[in-house]
């Protein structure tokens, strides 16, 4: 048996006020919180599988300027935020063979309900009327995910080591409002392949180094990505190491960099959609030697 607690989703994107970008985004914020707890049963000497349930609380908030009907005027401000707890499940299985070892997990989608509000502020003149603060549902779906690993102990010291995701993520195809609003926000996202493969070293029987490569797809495409989420694909190489301090607890370190392919801003949208002072949002922008650096600590204890 065990427990897990993970941010899967997770990431801000703030711009200011004066930004290109924010009619179509301010400041965007996703917090999602995994509590997994879970079992596993060895079914043979070689053969274990497991479950696990997946209770996910995510809070997010989105915001963006909206242009007064005069140039001359300060811009408003419209505001979407909500949360909400959530449930969904995982299943995997691993294989032992000699110096192989096989795995295979699914991780559902979950259908997050966030209750929220909208608010909307600084509109003047004829806009004026649409100043409020609604209460409002929200309903997005975070993708799920297949996951195919191998390792193989090509000596008594060095293991090499192979992964393939596929990642769900058309399940978020929108982000959808209720009542009284009933509106969504269209996402458009494709499923996506990465593709990592690594090395471990066993350079003593406690200290252990490792390094890999990753390759991964967005799921944004040209023609809808956006600045809120300026995604690309990209490639990520990492390195890190494990010591063993004692029997029960092991210490790992890892860095990684990833680097971005330059890719479009490119999603046109409009304020005010549908009504008679509609205004086109007409997006044209580059992301551009977009690079991260990740570093990580960790300790794991053994029962």
Do not use: C
Request: proline residues 5%; without cysteine; aromatic residues 10%.
């Amino acid at each position: 048996m065990g427990l897990t607690v993970a941010s899967p989703y997770s990431f801000t994107t703030n711009y200011d006020a004066d930004s290109w970008a924010r009619y179509s985004a301010d400041k965007t914020k996703l917090r999602t919180y995994d509590i997994q707890p879970s079992i596993a049963y060895l079914v043979t000497p070689n053969l274990s599988i497991g479950a696990a349930l997946n209770i996910e609380y995510a809070d997010a908030s989105l915001s963006n300027y909206l242009p007064n009907l005069s140039p001359l005027l300060a811009d408003g401000h419209q505001e979407l935020k909500g949360n909400g707890w959530d449930l969904g499940w995982s299943a995997g299985l691993q294989y032992r063979a000699g110096p192989v070892q096989l795995g295979a997990s699914y991780k559902s989608s979950v259908k997050h309900n966030l209750d929220g509000s909208v608010t909307t502020t600084g509109l003047l003149g004829p806009l004026a009327g649409q100043n409020s603060v609604v209460n409002a549902n929200a309903t997005f779906e975070t993708p799920w995910q297949a996951i195919f690993g191998a390792r193989v102990a090509v000596s008594p010291k060095v293991t090499l080591n192979g992964q393939v995701t596929r990642m769900g993520w058309s399940k978020f195809d929108a982000i959808r409002l209720g009542a009284p609003l009933n509106v969504s926000i269209p996402e458009n996202y494709r499923d996506t392949w990465s593709f990592a493969g690594g090395i471990d070293y066993a350079v003593t029987p406690a200290w252990t180094v490792r390094a890999g490569v990753q390759h991964a797809q967005t799921p944004t495409r040209n023609g809808n990505r956006d600045a809120r989420v300026p995604d690309s694909n990209r490639w990520n190489f990492a390195a890190g190491t494990s010591y063993a301090v004692s029997s029960r607890f092991t210490l790992d370190a890892g860095a990684a960099y990833i680097t971005f392919k330059d890719t479009t801003i490119d999603r046109t949208t409009a304020a005010y959609a549908g009504t008679a002072v509609q205004t086109p949002i007409l997006m044209d922008g580059k992301l551009e030697d977009a690079h991260a650096v990740v570093l990580s600590l960790g300790g794991r204890f053994h029962f």
